[in-house]
């Protein structure tokens, strides 16, 4: 497995969760469930999956807990108010958008996985970017 | 370039983001950096979005420690796959309602075991005990008994044994709580040489007033201590031109039910054997009356007739005619 999508898997749960011990239990969920779906659909891609697949705990099941609780083992991470604005920002913007948002400038997923996954054009993906960046710009 | 090819300050503030990554094409890049080079609101929003970009690098410093992208890139095996992804989706559920099943479970193994309804002291009370002789229970099972029952048994014996005449045994009315298998008994009465034989009267006669007679013959019946036997009341409706009466009456009484049906019309009574023995000094009579169509009533009854089956079956099979002179 790609160690890039792991590390943008974690950086999305990271950021859009509110407890970090619960990170890697999500990333966990949405990675066994990228791989068993990439079995049944015999795909040979599993970023795309991966994607799709953590979204959809984001989504759905964010208030969930899949598994234990465990300390993220992570270095060098955001700083809090950072992490603290991101927050603030998710709660300003859609969804949709704070989820491409995460995507495409933190985790930093290439553009044809994301699109792949998010079921949407590289367009739609920037604008909603773009929106979020510049709300977070003009504060 | 064109005048319309200029881009304004709110198109350059869309491209921001797009000129901010390197994304816009030469001639497009061109024409935003001459506007950024005029408005100083684009280059501070421009200023802002780098800003807000070179933040989000923190993100980019992150460092995943290696055991944790080891445990997360293991495959799982395809069964723990399947097993976790079953318990994640049947064990809350599962654990929820196994209590609920324990509970249910011991109490269906503890009542089938201790059957606490043997506790209970659910006996049988005795509330009252009543003498009645042999023929009142005889009586009462000849009343009960419906004409389809009788027959229908009559029927069974004659045809396991058509030639011995069959007795009904005493002993199938010796309790009113044999009541209602009386029927059962009937029918599997035993083989026996007959010692009393039992008899039913079957009469038919036609009346030019059926009502008069019906309400006439209904009080003397009863005036001469005439009981209702089967299920329908005496002078039932059975058909809009047909009364039907079934009635058990001591007797010494015979003649003067006779002499009073006489003063309609001409009865025909005949006697034919029957399993069930009546008690000493009682008949039990079938008196059809039948409304006679070439005579117009005063009356005429609109009401139809209930629908309930006496039963009545054949007469033209009867062992022995009487002809009763009115």
Known sequence: MDDSIIRSCVLFFL???????????????????ARKLQHRQSQTRLNPLVVKEATQIYREAH??????????LVSNGPSEELLKEIHSLRDKVSQDQFISFVWSEIAKVNQEDLSEGLGLSHGTIQYRSHQVLRLWAEG | MKKKDQLTLFMAKELLYDYAKGLLKDERKQSFEE???????LRLALKSINERIERLEEFDRLEVSEDLIKELSLP???????????????????????????????GVVAISIFKPWNYLGLNEVEVAKIS????????????????????????????????????????????????????????SAPKEKAKRVGYIYRGFMTVDNLSQVTQSTVDKIQALGGKKAGQVPLGWNRDEDERYFHFSIPEKNKKALLDHLSNFSQVRLSSQEHPLVMPEGKIRIILVVKQNPNVVPKEV????????????????DSSVKEEASP
């Open chain 2, 132 to 187: 009645m002789s042999d023929d009142d229970y005889r009586m009462e099972a000849a009343i009960a008994l419906s004409e389809k029952d009788i027959e229908g048994a009559m029927k069974a014996q004659t045809e396991k044994d058509p030639e011995e005449v069959v007795e009904a045994p005493s002993d199938m009315v010796k309790s009113p709580d044999d009541k209602a298998s009386s029927e059962k008994e009937v029918a």
């Open chain 2, 35 to 41: 506007l950024l080079k005029e408005s100083g609101e």
């Open chain 1, 15 to 33: 950021v859009t969760l509110d407890d970090e011990s619960r990170v890697y239990s999500c990333c966990e969920a949405a990675l066994t469930a």
């Open chain 1, 63 to 72: 208030r969930k807990t899949f598994g234990a609780r465990r300390p993220l």
């Open chain 2, 76 to 106: 799982h095996p395809s069964l723990a796959q399947q097993l976790a992804s079953i318990e994640r989706r049947f064990a809350p559920q599962f654990w929820r309602a196994l209590p609920l099943g324990v509970l249910v479970l011991a």
């Open chain 2, 301 to 316: 009854e609109a009401t139809p007739p209930p629908p309930l089956d006496p039963a009545e079956t054949e007469e033209s």
